[in-house]
């Protein structure tokens, strides 16, 4: 019943900005966690930010503090992914996930603990 629909990819130069969102429907839990990932060629899918929608807890990896931040539209039930100054390391396909049955799935920001999964978008930083 959960669908995901994400929107906001595309191409930036270095030190330029995108904003992601993430619109979520079929979500009957008051404590689901909705997370952003990505994944480079050759590489891991790696959480980029989890966020708690009960409370808006929000956890970040390393390489994007600072730069990078999640917040979300209750009312619209959608979750944006703002971020500044991009770096060309920063290239990657974007996901949305959700999930609502693990409580510790915010906290992890792991790709495994996650169930439901928008279809991606591309993000690519270059000159």
């Known amino acids: 019943q959960v669908q995901l629909v994400e929107s906001g990819g595309g191409s930036v130069q270095p030190g330029g900005s995108l904003r992601l969102s993430c619109a979520a429907s079929?979500?009957?839990?008051?404590?689901?966690?909705i997370g952003w990932f990505r994944q480079a060629p050759g590489k891991e899918r790696e959480g980029v930010s989890c966020?708690?929608?009960?409370?808006?807890?929000?956890v970040y990896a390393d390489s994007v503090t600072g730069r990078f931040t999640v917040f979300r539209d209750n009312a619209k039930n959608t979750v944006y992914l703002q971020m500044n100054n991009l770096k060309p390391e920063d290239t990657a396909r974007y996901y949305c996930?959700?999930?609502?049955?693990?409580?510790?799935?915010?906290?992890?920001?792991?790709?495994?603990?996650?169930?439901?999964w928008g279809q991606g978008t591309q993000v690519t930083v270059s000159s």
């Open positions: 966020i708690r929608n009960r409370d808006g807890n929000t």
């Open positions: 079929g979500v009957t839990s008051d404590y689901y966690a």
């Open positions: 996930a959700v999930d609502e049955r693990r409580l510790w799935s915010f906290r992890r920001c792991t790709a495994g603990d996650y169930d439901y």
